[in-house]
């Protein structure tokens, strides 16, 4: 079992920068995969980005790449989203999760953790 916390959402104009954090605790946190989804109103949950349990891999929505960063830090148990050029259609709850496959998994049901989520919300 693995629980996650998210922090650092809030209120940001667009083309701002937003850094979310995600921490966890549990079990050997180097065993997961790590990913970011969100989802706004009316919308279906849909994947941000993933990387894998070293850190050496990562994979991002078309809609996000060039503008965000995942990464991780094994010895803090934390993973990271480095949110820059924000739009406000990036506004959503922004969810992280825990896989237990290697790799750098995009579906939702790949996924066996997830925090409750932080809210993010971009002011045009």
């Known amino acids: 079992q693995v629980q996650l916390v998210e922090s650092g959402g809030g209120l940001v104009q667009a083309g701002g920068p937003l850094r979310l954090s995600c921490a966890a605790s549990g079990r050997t946190f180097s065993s997961y995969a790590m990913g970011w989804f969100r989802q706004a109103p009316g919308k279906e949950r849909e994947f941000v980005a993933a990387?894998?349990?070293?850190?050496?891999?990562?994979y991002y929505a078309d809609s996000v790449k060039g503008r965000f960063t995942i990464s991780r830090d094994n010895a803090k148990n934390t993973v990271y989203l480095q949110m820059n050029s924000l739009k406000p259609e990036d506004t959503a709850v922004y969810y992280c999760?825990?896989?237990?496959?290697?790799?750098?998994?995009?579906?939702?049901?790949?996924?066996?953790?997830w925090g409750q989520g932080t809210q993010v919300t971009v002011s045009s």
């Open positions: 999760a825990a896989a237990t496959v290697a790799g750098t998994p995009r579906a939702a049901y790949a996924y066996n953790y």
């Open positions: 990387i894998s349990r070293s850190g050496t891999g990562t």
